[in-house]
């Protein structure tokens, strides 16, 4: 059996102080739907794990987690895991949260 390559995955590097407006930054920028029920997302602990989903215009698939917590220092840590079956649109979608998750733009 063939293995499958590995799933891009970036680390979160943000100036964004709290974990749920990364969500949501993260969430505006990719024009991704979040999967994760926003009863699951309430509350303020110092982390948060959610599912986003999107299809690209050319009918292909896209399934993002996002994992990050509150470090001591008050800086956001985790990762972004990025499936898709077409490696394309999974370097791709990696590629434009790497640009837009500091916060900045």
Request: hydrophobic letters at 35%.
């Amino acid at each position: 059996m063939p293995s499958s390559p590995p799933h891009p995955q970036v680390a979160v590097n943000t100036t964004i102080p709290d974990v749920n407006l990364f969500l949501d930054h993260i969430v505006a920028s990719t024009n991704m739907k979040c999967l994760t029920p926003p009863r699951a997302l309430e509350g303020d602990c110092g982390y948060l794990a959610a599912n986003l989903y999107a299809r690209s215009v050319f009918g292909e698939d896209a399934l993002v987690n996002v994992s990050v917590e509150k470090t001591a220092e008050g800086k956001l840590a985790g990762y972004i895991r990025i499936r898709s079956k077409t490696q394309g649109i999974a370097l791709s979608l990696g590629d434009k949260i790497t640009l837009k998750q500091r916060g900045d733009s």
